[in-house]
């Protein structure tokens, strides 16, 4: 129903920046959250920053509030992660994830769509 497909991945040394991209197609409710999560090899799946496709709502997992922003185009149906002051404990997999509700989660378990991932390293 919808689908989704990161880009802008990279290497990078720490204090540089990265735009994350995520793509969606199917359909595009006002009533979408979106989501970023990363996964570090051996690692849980940790939530990122999460906003509503329509609407002011959005959450930040600790470690990334003022460095990291989650922003939409509607037009282009994309998502965008910007990405800065990058530190080595960063680097992960990428994902963007997607769920058809009312708020803005900010669990794993709540989000029923998601890319196939796009690899953040962060050399110090």
């Known amino acids: 129903q919808v689908q989704l497909v990161e880009s802008g991945g990279g290497s990078v040394q720490a204090g540089d920046s990265l735009r994350l991209s995520c793509t969606f197609s199917?359909?595009?409710?006002?009533?979408?959250?979106v989501g970023w999560f990363r996964q570090a090899p051996g690692q849980v799946r940790e939530f990122v920053a999460a906003?509503?496709?329509?609407?002011?709502?959005?959450e930040y997992a600790d470690s990334v509030k003022a460095r990291f922003t989650i922003s939409r185009d509607n037009a282009n149906n994309m998502v965008f992660l910007q990405m800065n002051s990058l530190k080595p404990e960063d680097t992960a997999t990428y994902y963007c994830?997607?769920?058809?509700?009312?708020?803005?989660?900010?669990?794993?378990?709540?989000?029923?769509?998601w890319g196939q991932g796009t690899q953040v390293t962060v050399s110090s």
């Open positions: 994830a997607a769920v058809i509700t009312g708020w803005t989660p900010v669990r794993l378990s709540d989000f029923d769509y």
């Open positions: 906003t509503r496709w329509s609407g002011e709502n959005t």
């Open positions: 199917g359909h595009t409710f006002n009533s979408l959250a």
